[in-house]
């Protein structure tokens, strides 16, 4: 049985275990009880399931995020603002030289569609790929009753105006009663004191942003807390390890809040090691263009990321006009 999910590029077939198979260009997508495989003539290439629907998730509610998503070493997507590349074995020298690597692009919404009938369809009651690894559950074995979670939690439900103020109409966590994270309870969260002079009540407010991020039960994924034009400052809680390596097409500032993440960076073109990283709370670094990087926090940690959304940057870097590093020494 096949039912179309795109006229042009994809289909969905059934397998023998219940889950569906997804085809998108010349990829095939299926899964079994333990692993993703994915075909796309040339080779195949498996991912333990728990990662690849890990990594598929954020893809997803990132919208796939500024540059490169690594799932792993051989497969991942890269953002063109409106098209996505979805590439297999392209960053990895063995596949490069046995002349199996291969890449195709297809508009955002056409892969949105088939990666999100993906994880409706490969994801069961009982696992979550967004939560905390104490809680994430497992993917592994036969298909089960349709997933109750919502994978897209955390990323849609922005507030109208500063967090608390009138006009925000989005229910807050803290107000919804969403608990502290245990990994933050050694934390203190003061309410701001804020005194307004006559004439500017309800225009004048604060919160400690950090007992906002501190209740949330998703990890690495980042919401903007501040927009001022195209400079973003993007806050989020870290536990365990990245689900993804990231590869950068812009620069972007990291400022450790608290605790500490292990970055390991690696050149982005070939996945060669280029160093390594322990930021603790209170220091800033600089994650270049040219690089990908995977994050490790031995515990929930809480990090603050400056991205600059200006359209213009990806081409500028590729061609050269601009280092790809932002500070020279």
Same mark, same amino acid.
């Given at each position: 049985?096949?039912?179309?999910?795109?006229?042009?590029?994809?289909?969905?077939?059934?397998?023998?275990?219940?889950?569906?198979?997804?085809?998108?260009?010349?990829?095939?997508?299926?899964?079994?009880?333990?692993?993703?495989?994915?075909?796309?003539?040339?080779?195949?290439?498996?991912?333990?399931?728990?990662?690849?629907?890990?990594?598929?998730?954020?893809?997803?509610?990132?919208?796939?995020?500024?540059?490169?998503?690594?799932?792993?070493?051989?497969?991942?997507?890269?953002?063109?603002?409106?098209?996505?590349?979805?590439?297999?074995?392209?960053?990895?020298?063995?596949?490069?030289?046995?002349?199996?690597?291969?890449?195709?692009?297809?508009?955002?919404?056409?892969?949105?569609?088939?990666?999100?009938?993906?994880?409706?369809?490969?994801?069961?009651?009982?696992?979550?790929?967004?939560?905390?690894?104490?809680? !994430? @559950? +497992? %993917?592994? /074995?036969?298909?089960?009753?349709? &997933?109750?979670?919502?994978?897209?939690?955390?990323?849609?439900?922005?507030?109208?105006?500063?967090?608390?103020?009138?006009?925000?109409?989005?229910?807050?966590?803290?107000?919804?009663?969403?608990?502290?994270?245990?990994?933050?309870?050694?934390?203190?969260?003061?309410?701001?004191?804020?005194?307004?002079?006559?004439?500017?009540?309800?225009?004048?407010?604060?919160?400690?942003?950090?007992?906002?991020?501190?209740?949330?039960?998703?990890?690495?994924?980042?919401?903007?807390?501040?927009?001022?034009?195209?400079?973003?400052?993007?806050?989020?809680?870290?536990?365990?390890?990245?689900?993804?390596?990231?590869?950068?097409?812009?620069?972007?500032?990291?400022?450790?809040?608290?605790?500490?993440?292990?970055?390991?960076?690696?050149?982005?073109? !070939? @996945? +060669? %090691?280029? /160093?390594?990283?322990?930021?603790? &709370?209170?220091?800033?670094?600089?994650?270049?263009?040219?690089?990908?990087?995977?994050?490790?926090?031995?515990?929930?940690?809480?990090?603050?990321?400056?991205?600059?959304?200006?359209?213009?940057?990806?081409?500028?870097?590729?061609?050269?006009?601009?280092?790809?590093?932002?500070?020279?020494?």
């Amino acid at each position: 049985m096949t039912r179309a999910i795109s006229e042009t590029t994809s289909t969905r077939t059934e397998s023998e275990l219940g889950y569906a198979s997804y085809r998108l260009g010349e990829y095939q997508f299926s899964r079994d009880r333990n692993f993703v495989r994915i075909d796309w003539g040339k080779a195949a290439h498996l991912i333990p399931v728990d990662q690849f629907m890990a990594a598929l998730a954020r893809d997803i509610g990132w919208k796939f995020l500024y540059g490169w998503i690594f799932f792993d070493d051989v497969f991942g997507t890269v953002n063109h603002y409106g098209q996505v590349e979805v590439f297999a074995g392209k960053h990895n020298p063995a596949y490069i030289q046995a002349s199996v690597a291969h890449a195709e692009t297809f508009p955002t919404e056409e892969i949105l569609a088939v990666f999100r009938a993906m994880t409706q369809d490969w994801i069961s009651e009982g696992y979550d790929p967004l939560a905390v690894p104490t809680q !994430t @559950g +497992s %993917a592994v /074995g036969p298909k089960g009753k349709p &997933a109750s979670v919502s994978l897209t939690r955390g990323f849609t439900t922005p507030a109208r105006r500063l967090l608390g103020m009138s006009g925000d109409a989005q229910p807050r966590s803290d107000a919804a009663g969403q608990p502290i994270n245990p990994s933050f309870a050694d934390l203190t969260f003061d309410k701001p004191e804020v005194t307004v002079e006559p004439g500017f009540e309800g225009q004048l407010h604060a919160v400690n942003v950090f007992d906002h991020i501190a209740r949330s039960e998703v990890t690495w994924i980042p919401s903007t807390v501040s927009a001022t034009r195209d400079s973003l400052f993007c806050m989020s809680s870290e536990e365990h390890m990245l689900p993804v390596t990231h590869g950068n097409d812009r620069p972007e500032w990291f400022i450790q809040l608290t605790d500490e993440i292990h970055w390991t960076i690696q050149d982005k073109d !070939t @996945g +060669s %090691a280029r /160093g390594r990283v322990i930021m603790r &709370a209170g220091d800033v670094c600089a994650m270049p263009a040219d690089i990908r990087h995977k994050g490790y926090a031995p515990r929930r940690a809480m990090l603050l990321v400056l991205e600059n959304a200006c359209a213009e940057l990806p081409e500028l870097y590729a061609r050269g006009a601009l280092p790809p590093y932002p500070v020279e020494f």
